[in-house]
């Protein structure tokens, strides 16, 4: 079992910028790939971005490619999204996901992959 808690939501303003974290709680965390995903009402939940569990790939839906950056810290047992220029279509809840893949192949952007989730986090962007 992995439990996951995300962090760092909050409401800003158009153009602002977040950060959300992700606590893990397994030891074994660093051989987790990790991703973020996204749900606002009315649709279904959304590929945000992903990093393999080195750290050393990722991956970025192409609406927030270039504005968000996932990193990872695998001693604190710590995944983060770095959001800025952040625009009201965002306004969303972030949820964080953990999933073993194989690592010959790029992290899925599938939620229906992923083994474990956390609560979510809302962002709100103002316009």
């Known amino acids: 079992q992995v439990q996951l808690v995300e962090s760092g939501g909050g409401l800003v303003q158009a153009g602002g910028s977040l950060r959300l974290s992700c606590a893990a709680s397994?030891?074994?965390?660093?051989?987790?790939?990790m991703g973020w995903f996204r749900q606002a009402p009315g649709n279904e939940r959304e590929f945000v971005a992903a990093?393999?569990?080195?750290?050393?790939?990722?991956y970025y839906a192409d609406s927030v490619k270039g504005r968000f950056t996932i990193s990872r810290d695998n001693a604190k047992n710590m995944v983060y999204l770095q959001m800025n220029s952040l625009k009201p279509e965002d306004t969303a809840v972030y949820y964080c996901a953990a999933g073993r893949f194989s690592p010959m192949k790029p992290v899925p952007r599938s939620d229906r992959e992923y083994n474990y989730w956390g609560q979510g986090t809302q962002v709100t962007v103002s316009s």
């Open positions: 397994r030891r074994t965390f660093s051989s987790y790939a």
């Open positions: 990093i393999k569990w080195s750290g050393d790939n990722t």
